[in-house]
C-alpha cells in the first residue's frame, strides 16, 4: 500500500526535476548571449578607442616641424668602407635643444645643447657625448667659430654636417627641442628626484623665474638644497644653471636630466607614453619617420644609458678675438680617436685627412688671434701626441718582432728534439741488432759481426744530429738577438732623425736656418 502511494510521488518529483531543467536551460542560453554580446561590446570600444588614438597621434606627427634637411647633403664622403662598417649596428642621433622664446626650433636659433646619441641595436645600449658649444671647430660652410653657431646659421643640415666633418661620423638623423618641450614631457612623466648643492640652489630660482617666463608654464620656487622633486620647469632651470660653475658642469647636469627621464619612461605605462607622444612631437623637429617613433617606444624598456661623456675631452680656453672665448680640443686629431673608442670601441681608430686639416687650419686660428707662441704650443702638442702615436707603433712591432722570434725559436728546439729522439730511437734498434747478431767462438770470445759496426756508425750520426741541434739553436738564439738591436737602432734612428728636423727647422723668433754645405 505504502509503495503504491509512494510510486505517484517520484513520479511528480522526476516530472518537477524535469521542468526545472527546462527552465533553466533557456536561461542558460540568454545568459551566454548577452556575455557574447557584452564582450563584443567591448572590443568595439577598445578598437575605436584605438582607431581614434592612432588618429589622433598621425594628426600631432602631422605636426612636427621639417626644416631643410637633405641626407645627400649631410652625409660624409671621407670617411673609408671600414670606417662606415666599424659604425654598423649603431643608430647615432645627433640631439640639438634650442633657447627659443617661441615655439620655433630652426634655422636662427643657437644650439645651447649638442649631444651625440648613440644606439647600439643589439643591446639598446646608449652611450652620450655632450659637445660643448663654445668648441672651436669648423661650420662646414668655410668658416670657423664656436659649434654652436652651425645650427644658427644653417639650421639641422648645416650643425649635423659640421659634426660629421669635425668627428668623422656619418650621422643622418636629428632631433631638435626647446626648453618647452622639455619642460612638458617632465610633467607628464611626473618629475624627476634631483640632489641639488648648495651653489645650485643660490642660483636655481631666478633660472625658474626666466624659464616660466619663457615657456608660459606654471612653477614654484624652491625652498632648500639637498634632494628635491623637480617638475618640468624646475628640472629644466636646473639643466640650464652655469653661473656656479662652467659650461662643462653644466652639460653634465643635462645628461643627468636626460638618464632620469629615460628611466621614468621605461616605468611608464602606455597611456602615459602616448600622452608624452601627443603632446611633444608638435613642439620639436627631427628627421625620424613614423617607423623609427614606433621603433623607439615599443623598444623603450630595452633601452639604457650606460655612459656619458663630454666632447672635447683633453681640451683648453683660449680668447679667440671678437669671438671671445673658445673651448680648443687639445688636439682635435686626439679627441676624435678618443671619442671614436668611447662610441664603437674597437681597434684604435685613424682619423681622415679631413680632420687633420681642420687640425691644422685651427693651429693657424690660434697664431692668428694668440700669437705665434700659442701656434707653436698647439703644434708641440700636436707632435707630442704624434710621436707617442709612432712609439707605441714601434713598440707594437717590436713586440710582434719578439712574439715571431720565440715562436719560431720554440718550433726550431722542438723540431731538434724530434730529431734527436728519433736518432736515440734508431741508435737503440740498432744496438738489438747489433746484440742479436754478436756469436762466440768455442773458448767464450765474443765475434762481432756487421749488426756491431752498424751500431757504432748509429751512435755517432746521433751525437752529430744532437751537436747540429745544440748550433742550430744557438744560431736562432742569436739571430732572435740581432733582430731586436736592428728594430730598437730603427726606432733610435728615427727619433734622431725628427729630433735633427726639429734643429734644422727655421725658428719664428731667430729667423731661417743657415743651411751649411
Not at 378 to 407: F, H, L, Q
Not at 447 to 458: K, L, N, Q, V, Y
Not at 495 to 515: F, I, K, Y
Amino acid at each position: 500500500m505504502e509503495n503504491e502511494l509512494q510510486e505517484p510521488q517520484r513520479g511528480r518529483s522526476r516530472k518537477k526535476a524535469e521542468a526545472a531543467v527546462a527552465e533553466k536551460t533557456p536561461k542558460s542560453a540568454k545568459a551566454i548571449k548577452r556575455r557574447r554580446f557584452i564582450i563584443m561590446a567591448v572590443l568595439e570600444v577598445f578598437v575605436l578607442l584605438a582607431i581614434f588614438a592612432y588618429a589622433y597621434l598621425l594628426k600631432q606627427y602631422s605636426k612636427i616641424q621639417r626644416p631643410v634637411f637633405e641626407v645627400k647633403n649631410v652625409e660624409n664622403t671621407e670617411l673609408t668602407t671600414d670606417d662606415i662598417a666599424k659604425m654598423k649596428g649603431y643608430w647615432n642621433i645627433a640631439a640639438f635643444g634650442v633657447d627659443s622664446r617661441d615655439s620655433s626650433v630652426g634655422r636662427g636659433n643657437n644650439a645651447d645643447v649638442i649631444m651625440i646619441v648613440s644606439i647600439n641595436r643589439e643591446n639598446g645600449e646608449i652611450r652620450i657625448a655632450s659637445v660643448f658649444r663654445d668648441s672651436y671647430l669648423s661650420l662646414a660652410n668655410g668658416n670657423y667659430n664656436k659649434i654652436n653657431q652651425a645650427y644658427a646659421v644653417g639650421g639641422p643640415e648645416l650643425a649635423v654636417k659640421a659634426l660629421n666633418q669635425n668627428l668623422d661620423l656619418n650621422i643622418t638623423d636629428y632631433v631638435t627641442f626647446n626648453w618647452k618641450a622639455v619642460a612638458t614631457g617632465i610633467n607628464i612623466l611626473g618629475g624627476v628626484d634631483i640632489d641639488l648643492t648648495q651653489p645650485e640652489f643660490k642660483y636655481i630660482n631666478s633660472y625658474i623665474t626666466e624659464t616660466v617666463k619663457g615657456t608660459k608654464i606654471g612653477s614654484v620656487q624652491l625652498t632648500h638644497a639637498g634632494m628635491n622633486h623637480l617638475d618640468g620647469i624646475q628640472a629644466v632651470a636646473y639643466a640650464r644653471l652655469r653661473y656656479m660653475d662652467n659650461d662643462y658642469t653644466r652639460t653634465e647636469r643635462q645628461r643627468r636630466v636626460l638618464e632620469l627621464c629615460v628611466q621614468k619612461a621605461k616605468q611608464a605605462d602606455p597611456a602615459t607614453l602616448s600622452n608624452l607622444a601627443g603632446n611633444l612631437l608638435s613642439m620639436v623637429a627631427t628627421s625620424l619617420t613614423w617607423d623609427d617613433g614606433m621603433s623607439l617606444a615599443t623598444n623603450v624598456k630595452k633601452y639604457s644609458i650606460v655612459e656619458t661623456i663630454g666632447f672635447p675631452m683633453d681640451r683648453r680656453e683660449i680668447n679667440m678675438g671678437f669671438k671671445g672665448a673658445c673651448v680648443i680640443p687639445n688636439t682635435l686629431e686626439k679627441n676624435v680617436k678618443d671619442l671614436h673608442t668611447f662610441l664603437f670601441g674597437g681597434e684604435e681608430y685613424t682619423v681622415s685627412n679631413q680632420v687633420q686639416e681642420i687640425d691644422n687650419h685651427i693651429a693657424s686660428d690660434i697664431a692668428r688671434y694668440r700669437g705665434r707662441s700659442e701656434e707653436r704650443k698647439y703644434k708641440a702638442k700636436m707632435r707630442e701626441y704624434n710621436e707617442g702615436e709612432e712609439t707605441t707603433a714601434a713598440r707594437k712591432r717590436n713586440s710582434n718582432t719578439e712574439e715571431e722570434t720565440r715562436r719560431s725559436r720554440s718550433e726550431t728546439e722542438g723540431g731538434n728534439s724530434a730529431s734527436s729522439k728519433s736518432t736515440r730511437e734508431e741508435s737503440e734498434s740498432g744496438s738489438t741488432r747489433e746484440s742479436s747478431a754478436e756469436a762466440t767462438d768455442s773458448r767464450g770470445n765474443v765475434i762481432t759481426g756487421p749488426g756491431a759496426r752498424s751500431s757504432s756508425a748509429a751512435r755517432e750520426s746521433s751525437s752529430a744530429a744532437e751537436s747540429g741541434a745544440v748550433r742550430e739553436s744557438s744560431r736562432a738564439a742569436g739571430e732572435s738577438s740581432a733582430a731586436r738591436e736592428t728594430t730598437a737602432a730603427e726606432t733610435s734612428a728615427q727619433v734622431t732623425t725628427r729630433e735633427a728636423t726639429a734643429a734644422a727647422a727655421p725658428s719664428e723668433t731667430n729667423g731661417p736656418a743657415v743651411n751649411e754645405e
